[in-house]
């Protein structure tokens, strides 16, 4: 399959990535390349076959009772955060 | 005399314990070696020596009252993409490169519990996405056989660092091969345990379903001793499988007459070097006098694995990395002009081309109208080759086969075509997709290059592969091979 310049801008709007100009056609091309190869897949019944989620096939995810565990972190966790204000995460203004 | 950086984990823990050497005298030694080589090598992100020589201190302290962890003062380095309280923690990229995790993985407490010594943390391909460690944010790392190749990936870092005396231990992950494939090139053992052995909690997720954690070491015999503290269940984690931890250093010295091997046929065909096969043959009959018998298998749909993992992987990572938001911690762009621009320009000058790349394919197969021939299509195949397997492990004990296709290759020789890259990963990614235990020993060298040898096992038999392994590592030396210079 061949991508275009749009579809690839439209992926990369859809998973919040910006590209430049000089990116969008090597993406086109090796993006390209990997749903070819990827179609290799349609070379398979999978008529009856059930989707394998997880490897261990028949674990199911535990669940725990929803306990408080933590001790409240919140100033080492914020850290790390690029801007902070009064234990507040700043964010550019979303609402006029 | 032997030097320290010589001696097996195995030997140093014997002789901390002897106290013929303490853990200081052994951080000091190898913080030197780090030192020296590492400007080259690149194998390192980040050097702790100063919290490795109070650790060392401490286990000093602990084996003198004879309270000690099994580990009690044995360096080792981590990959970087498990979370270490109060030290930075890249995962290999621009988007973490200021990191610093609040907490510890579980597996960096449970080692610590045992009193391993930190030295540092090592270089990984950006996201553990990568064969090379060519993807890095910190630059591709060196293969100590020969500074132009690759040492593989995505643990290339903890690989270079092992096969050149940095450490007798590394932590890796392999999620499509990313232990064994480095092990191979770098003439190590290296371990990948069942899906769900050993926690994930704060291991930085790439593809939820197909990462784990496990080690790098010169012998089985180490890593049997490093995974008995490393596995077992974790709360923490929600896919950590609840069955005991069997002792796998007593294990190791079981007889292998009338082990059943089974030898991948559709790993002998195709893109196989012929020097590589010669030497797996030559493996081969190591096993064959030692009383095991060879029985050839055939996995039909094996050769669908990689194009399975490249949806599988990428559509977990494309969801596991929109965390990284620029909000709460990691890269954030210079002047955002919106919460939309925040968000584009922080990814996309944060991840490198490698992770943009994986991003966008599994947002693609995820994507409305593409999700059932893309992404359902690849989790039935997925069924498909793990039937596979279980129909394979009804005949036979293990399955043997080479563990990469080509020893290291040149560094900048696959970068630009990543289906060739994604290639090198064409005999590990089945054990992922399956979730089984898969090791790689080294099994002889071309041209000075090692090659390794690809042992897999029933879902939960690690005892069983470290015996295998064990049992070829008692008959021949290539697992005491150093790379010149690293003497």
């Known amino acids: ?96 | 005399m032997t030097e320290l950086h010589h001696l097996t984990l195995a030997e140093l823990n014997e002789g901390l314990r002897a106290r013929r050497f303490s853990s200081v005298e052994l951080a000091k030694h190898f913080l030197a070696r780090i030192e020296r080589l590492n400007p080259t090598l690149n194998a390192l992100i980040t050097v702790t020596a100063e919290q490795a020589l109070a650790a060392a201190q401490r286990a000093d302290e602990l084996l003198a009252s004879g309270e000690a962890g099994a580990l009690a003062g044995v360096p080792l380095i981590h990959k970087d993409i498990f979370c270490t309280d109060g030290v930075l923690t890249t995962c290999g990229s621009r988007m973490l490169a200021n990191f610093v995790a609040p907490y510890d993985a579980t597996i960096v407490e449970k080692l610590s519990q045992s009193g391993v010594v930190m030295l540092g943390k090592a270089n990984m391909d950006e996201f553990a996405m990568g064969s090379s460690n060519e993807t890095s944010y910190y630059g591709p790392v060196k293969n100590p056989w020969d500074l132009k190749k690759v040492p593989g990936g995505s643990s290339g870092g903890s690989a270079a660092a092992v096969a050149a005396r940095l450490a007798p231990v590394a932590t890796a992950t392999d999620t499509g091969g990313s232990i064994r494939q480095p092990a191979a090139l770098t003439g190590l053992t290296g371990l990948k345990p069942t899906y769900g052995r050993v926690s994930r909690y704060g291991m930085i997720a790439f593809a939820s379903s197909l990462d784990q954690a496990g080690t790098l070491t010169y012998t089985a015999k180490d890593a049997a001793l490093v995974l008995r503290d490393m596995a077992g269940f974790d709360p923490r984690d929600s896919t950590s499988v609840d069955t005991p931890v069997p002792d796998y250093v007593a294990a190791l010295d079981q007889p292998l007459k009338g082990l059943k091997i089974g030898l991948l046929k559709e790993f002998f065909e195709g893109g196989l070097e012929e020097s590589t096969a010669k030497l797996i043959r030559e493996a081969l009959q190591v096993y064959e006098r030692l009383g095991a018998q060879l029985i050839e298998v055939s996995l039909p749909n094996l050769p669908l694995s990689v194009p399975t993992y490249y949806v599988v992987a990428p559509a977990e990572c494309s969801s596991n990395l929109s965390r990284f938001d620029g909000v709460r911690f990691g890269y954030r762009c210079e002047n955002p002009k919106d919460l939309v621009d925040l968000y584009k320009r922080s990814r996309g000058e944060g991840f490198g081309a490698e992770v943009k790349r994986r991003i966008m394919t599994g947002t693609y197969v995820l994507s409305a109208g593409y999700y059932d021939a893309y992404y359902l299509r690849a989790q039935k195949v997925r069924r498909l080759i793990t039937d596979d397997f279980a129909r394979a492990f009804q005949q036979v004990d293990v399955l043997m086969g080479p563990t990469s296709p080509t020893p290291a290759f040149d560094i900048g020789a696959k970068v630009d075509d990543p289906i060739t890259m994604y290639l090198n990963d064409i005999y590990t990614i089945g054990a992922n997709l399956a979730g089984l235990p898969a090791l790689s020993i080294p099994c002889g060298s071309v041209g000075g290059l090692p090659v390794g040898l690809q042992i897999i096992g029933p879902h939960f038999a690690e005892a069983k592969l470290l015996n295998v392994a064990h049992g070829y590592q008692n008959e021949t030396l290539w697992h005491r091979d150093i790379p010149k210079g690293y003497e």
């Open chain 1, 1 to 96: 399959m061949s991508l275009t310049d749009h579809d690839v801008k439209n992926i990369a709007h859809l998973a919040r990535l910006a590209l430049t100009e000089e990116q969008v056609p090597v993406y086109v091309d090796s993006l390209s390349k990997i749903f070819d190869f990827v179609a290799q897949l349609n070379a398979a019944d999978t008529a009856s076959v059930e989707p394998m989620a997880h490897p261990l096939a028949d674990q199911v995810q535990r669940m725990r009772p929803d306990e408080v565990l933590d001790s409240d972190q919140h100033g080492k966790y914020q850290r790390n955060a690029p801007r902070v204000e009064a234990d507040l995460y700043l964010v550019p203004k979303v609402i006029e």
